[in-house]
């Protein structure tokens, strides 16, 4: 069984290698949409019984479980950093905007809540220019302004009322995109395995203070769900990591929309929700506004527009 076992794994890992990097990063970044989409349905389904706050700090302690192996295969000296100050700060950052989206989760329809936090990088790429200097013309002004148009027209303020939820997954987006900065700033200095694991450290310090202000017991069959919340959670991650690290994320970030696509049919199946034509709309022109912004910093930086210096 054994040997049987090595070779199904050593023609696996063989026929892995043979393909091309675009081609792995594609299967990675469909994965990672797959297991982020159950990760949200799960915290959906849970939510009915156990708080989001206590929630989280399960997805973090499990997350951070799954995440040990990777760490010790890469060496935990690689985790050295005289950042921790700003390590910290991003795991704050993050707990917050963890701690609203859960929030989101349980109280908004999926889709709804999938399609507000393709709105992250539009706030980044503002932050971007406050906080890094980075220059835009008008392209990218026009494009981040379409960004913000497609938050509107999911919220659509003045002609109904204002969810909660939706609310706090706008708001969970604009903090996510404060640490997408700080990440860009870590990644000057320290390395990936030091930014990930400190990220799970500081997650699961920083939520254990809301989980008991809400703790209720969770029954066995609850810590399996939970333990399944924070698999999904580490599969989702390390996937769209390594797809990043395969190829250039612009040849696989359209496929990030299928989140919007699983989730819908999630949602529809197990809830009973069914997204109304403007969330779609909504999301097709958030998305859209971030694959453009996405394109136009990666030819920045590769020279192709021949104004790296400038900005585009």
Request: with cysteine; net charge positive.
């Amino acid at each position: 069984m054994s040997d049987r076992y090595a070779s199904g794994k050593h023609a696996a890992l063989h026929m892995w290698s043979r393909q091309t990097p675009v081609m792995r990063g594609v299967v990675l970044m469909c994965m990672s949409t797959v297991a982020f989409a159950i990760m949200h349905a799960s915290v959906r389904f849970v939510s009915a019984e156990l708080p989001p706050f206590q929630i989280a700090f399960f997805r973090n302690l499990f997350g951070l479980a799954f995440l040990v192996p990777l760490l010790v295969g890469a060496g935990f000296a690689q985790m050295r950093t005289r950042r921790i100050g700003l390590h910290a700060l991003r795991g704050l950052i993050n707990i917050c905007a963890m701690l609203m989206f859960f929030t989101a989760l349980s109280i908004t329809p999926l889709a709804k809540v999938t399609a507000l936090s393709f709105a992250a990088p539009i706030f980044a790429a503002v932050l971007s220019v406050v906080f890094l200097g980075e220059r835009f013309r008008l392209y990218r002004w026009i494009a981040i302004l379409f960004g913000f148009l497609g938050v509107l027209i999911i919220l659509r303020p003045g002609f109904v009322t204002l969810e909660p939820g939706a609310l706090l997954a706008a708001g969970a987006a604009a903090l996510w995109a404060v640490a997408m900065i700080l990440i860009k700033i870590l990644s000057r200095t320290e390395s990936s395995v030091a930014i990930v694991a400190w990220m799970g450290i500081f997650l699961c310090s920083f939520s254990v203070g809301p989980a008991l202000w809400v703790w209720q017991t969770p029954t066995v069959w609850n810590l399996i769900w939970l333990a399944f919340i924070g698999l999904c959670g580490s599969i989702a991650q390390v996937t769209l990591s390594q797809s990043f690290k395969e190829t250039d994320p612009t040849a696989v970030l359209p496929l990030d929309f299928l989140k919007l696509i699983w989730t819908t049919i999630l949602g529809a199946w197990f809830f009973g929700e069914f997204p109304d034509a403007l969330t779609w709309i909504g999301a097709m022109v958030i998305f859209s506004a971030g694959l453009f912004i996405a394109h136009r910093e990666r030819r920045q930086k590769t020279g192709q527009t021949g104004l790296a210096d400038t900005g585009s």
